[in-house]
């Protein structure tokens, strides 16, 4: 006998659940190329946080071995002319080498971005002076002015790395600049502006999170070239204080030994181009992941 369901016991199509979605992943870092340049920049931040526990010896202790010895079981990468050991050394070397990138980059994405969108959001006045501040500093060599910088506000780390942060600053500005002029165009900016919203609650609301794209690819990007830049001033002298270590003042004081002792140039670039290649990588992966406009053989 056929039972009869009355129309309220009835299933209807708002009580029954809908199919689940598979929800597809938005993390961009996929792939091999992205999983080379994840891991090295890992062992790196790695390195720089615990290689102080991992080293054999101290990393400005003199005499630790025979100086410029080869590599051996005892010294694995060699020792110096100041017979220091240069595994050690290109292990401490890795935390100032990511400290001041980061610096860096951090310093010139907040001031670049805030000057980016303060050109392009109010306009007129406010962005012509701001446009011209950057070509004024566009129009000076990035070397020069770094130099110029830390020739007033001394050499070391923090000094080197806000130099370079200074040169950079322009490019975040022109990036933020240009994709808050697109956005502010944008209807539901016209919206929020009728509906009475503050300019920095639209900033905050509608700005940033629709240019956040292009600026963590430029920041992606320029992590090596401030690395890069860094170990530049470093070679001149202008990084870390003797004793200490990193790259650039290892490759200099190293260099004349190039020919006789080859080990003692050798290890240290490596390590540097190693993590330059490593940022590099991680900029072309981002790129290519945020952005469809381009491609390129790493995102391939």
């Known amino acids: ?6 129309p309220d016991l009835r299933p209807t199509p708002s009580t029954t659940p809908p199919p689940a979605r598979k929800r597809s992943s938005r993390w961009p870092l996929r792939g091999i190329v ?25 990393p400005n202790d003199v005499s630790a071995g025979p100086r410029l010895s080869s590599p051996s079981s005892d010294h694995w990468l060699g020792t110096d ?16 080498a990511l400290l001041s990138a980061a610096y860096a980059v951090l310093f010139a994405l ?11 959001f109010l306009g007129r006045l406010w962005d012509g002076v701001l446009s011209r501040l950057v070509d004024l500093l566009f129009a000076i060599p990035e070397y020069l002015l770094a130099i110029l910088v830390i020739a007033v506000m001394g050499s070391g780390l ?15 500005a022109r990036i ?31 700005i940033l999170p629709n240019i956040a794209s292009p600026l963590v690819i430029m920041t992606a990007i320029n992590l090596s070239t401030a690395e890069g830049a860094y170990a530049a001033l470093s070679f001149l002298g202008f990084g870390v204080r ?38 590099n990588l991680l900029g072309d992966v981002l ?9 390129t053989a790493a995102g391939a």
Not at 1 to 6: F, I
Not at 185 to 199: M, N, S, W, Y
């Open 176 to 206: 933020a600049r240009g994709a808050t002029i697109e956005i502010a165009q944008r209807a539901f900016v016209d919206a929020a502006r009728l509906c009475g919203r503050g300019r920095l609650w639209i900033v905050f609301r509608h």
């Open 81 to 96: 002319a100041l017979g220091r050991d240069q595994f050690s050394r290109i292990i401490a070397a890795a935390r100032p």
């Open 287 to 295: 790129r290519d992941r945020l952005d469809p406009h381009t491609r």
């Open 1 to 6: 006998m056929t039972k009869h369901l009355s």
């Open 34 to 58: 992205a999983n080379i340049a994840v891991f090295l920049i890992l062992g790196y931040i790695f390195l720089a946080a615990f290689g102080s526990f991992l080293v054999p010896y101290g």
């Open 242 to 279: 003797p004793p200490d270590a990193d790259y650039g003042s290892m490759i200099s004081s190293s260099q004349q030994y190039l020919l006789t002792d080859p080990w003692v140039v050798a290890f240290p670039s490596i390590a540097f181009v190693v993590l330059v290649l490593a940022f």
């Open 110 to 120: 907040l001031i670049g971005t805030a000057i980016g969108i303060a050109a392009g």
């Open 158 to 172: 923090i000094n080197a790395s806000l130099a370079i942060g200074i040169v950079t600053i322009p490019r975040f």
